[in-house]
């Protein structure tokens, strides 16, 4: 994921040292005013995790395919029911795992990991 330096600017994150040798850094810092002999990056992940997510969101949404999705979800929310517990790396009740009222379902399709939180009722 990349941000923009308007991005990085408004969220106001730390520069750490950048990459020597890249060959994008000298056209960037000539477009911002950086010294081409100090290359600099930002990471996303400086980012507040909520900010990051909602980000993340906001860029895939255009191409997740809704019905897939709402398919996905059923599937997991039936093995749910049948498992009780989803063990998960994430934490809800300080416990490692979501419990049925609190369900987290990760999709994974390649590097992209979308997780949905899903309330059973």
Sequence with gaps: MLLSYEQVRAYELPATEGKHGDPRWSAFARRYGFGPACPVQWEAEALKPAELQRLV???????VDRDVLARQVAVSVDQV???AVVPCRCQSSGHGHFQPSSTAIIW???????VCHVRIL
């Design 108 to 114: 994974s399709s390649g590097s992209t990991h979308m």
């Design 57 to 63: 969101l906001a860029a895939v949404a255009p191409y």
């Design 81 to 83: 029911r049948e498992d």
